[in-house]
């Protein structure tokens, strides 16, 4: 028997009523050796020790019932007995009762406790077999589910099967087909070969024929070429061919020099353009020599031409210095247009990457899009804002200046907005954010006749920083308007900031203003270079 108990319990477990044929089990089986001390084994380790050695068949465990336990042992004891159900609970019984046999019982104690069999209820086995009944139900259930998922995989595998089936008949298909294609091909390339194997063959035949006629031929021209020296011998042929050739040498340069001298002249073309610059008596001389060389050719050249020649180069060393200095001057002016050039290519570039707001500066572009990055709605000046009268549009373009490219947050994200604006102060060197915290006292409607009263917003932040920076601004229409005390400023431009006067001015592609300029500021086609004179 296998006993499992714990000094914390009063009661004790059932591990096994085993029978071992074939086997003497000692204490040792049962002790596991850790170090110098000895512990119980585990049961499971101990079955599977004494399943080892004596085999499946041969270990048999009866721990729910006693009376199989008792007549599985009856078996093996007793092999020529009857060792059926009765006999093993009789003899149980019987043992049972020679150790506690008491002859001091009544007839009816007697009857009770030796001859009526006690058949109490064992709980702990009653809900172990609850919980085994339990498990198995369980375990169908599981075992159903699995089924079910076995018999729908059965048929997705079926499927599969199918599919995969098709699939490489497909395959197979399909290269059988090209196999065929690649045969046909095979055949047509092994056709050509033998066709132009053949005709290789016959065109060897022919080239021995031809080399046969060619050596005839050498022959031939060896003989010709020694008549023709003994000939050339006889006449000085030679000396003549030679003369001949240094001729042709000598009339082959002077027709590259006379082309060289063409086109240099032609190269002057371009300097007719100069004639308003102070080249008067030049422009004439190069027109003669312009004129004159027209046509002209190195068999038929004219006196004429030569005079013009001399005439324009004798006067040459007297104007490459004004020239070079108008030379000087058009390098200048073209090094300017090229860096128009480049303005509008980069407005062009920000048009067509469809950058609406290509009328900002870097920086200020730059600055908001890291706000909007840190979740903010950074609004400009110039797109919150327009000019109401167009006669004065020029003037407010230019007062405003640096403020048209202003930006305002929302006032809870000041603290925030600032903080970014000051850890990029090298890359928004010019843009500039709006203190929306000192603006509070301006909200008042502005005056008729001063300088924010122009402008319309529905941004009431938009119109109080126009109301803090130039509010006291008067509109001049005449100079005697202008001359009052305090800042004016007149529609053309002219401004008095209370001190000095300077003229506000900016070109007109470059507004910022309300929707309209920005759209023209933004149209490369509305960007026109300067004018110059020269060529």
């Not at 395959?171 to 047509?188: G, H, Q, S, Y």
């Not at 042709?248 to 007719?272: C, T, Y």
Request: glycine share 6%.
């Amino acid at each position: 028997m296998a006993l499992e108990a714990r000094k914390s319990d009063s009661r004790e477990t059932v591990l096994a009523l085993f029978v071992a044929v074939g086997t003497v089990l000692s204490s040792k089986d049962f002790i596991e050796q850790r170090g110098k001390s000895q512990f119980p084994a585990q049961w499971e380790d101990v079955r599977a020790r004494i399943v080892a050695a004596v085999g499946e068949g041969n270990f048999v465990n009866h721990r729910d019932r006693a009376s199989d336990y008792v007549r599985e042992y009856m078996r093996h004891l007793l092999p020529h007995s009857s060792f059926g159900e009765q006999n093993a609970s009789a003899l149980q019984k019987s043992i049972v009762n020679a150790m506690t046999l008491d002859h001091n019982q009544t007839a009816t104690q007697f009857v009770r406790n030796y001859i009526l069999e006690d058949s109490p209820i064992g709980i702990k086995e009653l809900r172990e077999s609850i919980q085994t009944y339990r498990n198995i139900s369980e375990t169908i259930r599981k075992m159903r589910l699995r089924l079910e998922a076995l018999r729908a995989l059965r048929g997705v595998l079926a499927a599969l099967e199918e599919a995969l089936e098709t699939k490489f008949r497909e395959e197979w298909v399909a290269k059988r087909a090209t196999w065929l294609a690649a045969r046909a091909t095979n055949l047509d390339f092994k056709t050509k070969r033998r066709t132009e194997m053949a005709r290789r063959d016959a065109a060897a035949k022919e080239l021995e024929f031809i080399d046969d006629d060619v050596k005839a031929i050498d022959k031939e021209i060896e003989r010709l070429t020694a008549a023709i020296a003994e000939h050339d011998a006889k006449t000085g042929r030679k000396s003549l061919q030679q003369t001949a050739d240094v001729a042709g040498q000598a009339a082959h340069r002077a027709s590259a020099d006379f082309k060289a001298r063409m086109e240099n002249i032609r190269r002057l073309e371009p300097l007719r353009a100069m004639c308003a610059d102070g080249f008067e008596d030049f422009v004439p001389a190069l027109e003669r020599l312009l004129t004159a060389t027209a046509g002209a050719d190195i068999g038929g050249v004219s006196d004429e031409v030569t005079a013009a020649e001399k005439s324009f180069a004798a006067s040459g060393a007297k104007w490459l210095p004004k020239i070079d200095e108008a030379r000087q001057r058009i390098i200048a002016e073209l090094s300017g247009l090229r860096g128009r050039r480049d303005e509008v290519l980069e407005r062009i570039r920000q048009h067509a990457a469809g950058g609406a707001r290509a009328y900002l500066g870097d920086d200020t572009e730059l600055l908001c899009r890291r706000l909007r990055q840190g979740g903010m709605v950074p609004r400009v000046l110039c797109d919150i804002i327009e000019v109401a009268e167009p006669e004065w549009v020029g003037a407010a373009e230019a007062l405003l200046g640096r403020d048209r490219e202003a930006v305002f947050v929302d006032r809870a994200d000041i603290s925030a907005a600032t903080s970014i604006f000051k850890e990029g102060r090298r890359e928004f060197r010019h843009a500039s954010l709006v203190s929306l915290n000192k603006l509070e006292q301006f909200r008042a409607k502005p005056e008729r006749g001063t300088f924010p009263s122009i402008f319309r917003s529905q941004d009431p932040d938009a119109m109080a920083f126009i109301m803090r920076r130039y509010g006291n601004v008067r509109l001049a229409d005449t100079l005697d308007q202008f001359n009052r005390p305090g800042r004016a400023i007149m529609k053309d431009g002219l401004y008095d900031d209370g001190l000095v006067r300077s003229h506000r001015w900016i070109e007109s592609s470059q507004y910022k203003i309300g929707k309209a300029a920005q759209a023209n500021a933004c149209d490369p086609c509305r960007i026109r270079p300067r004018s110059w004179v020269g060529s």
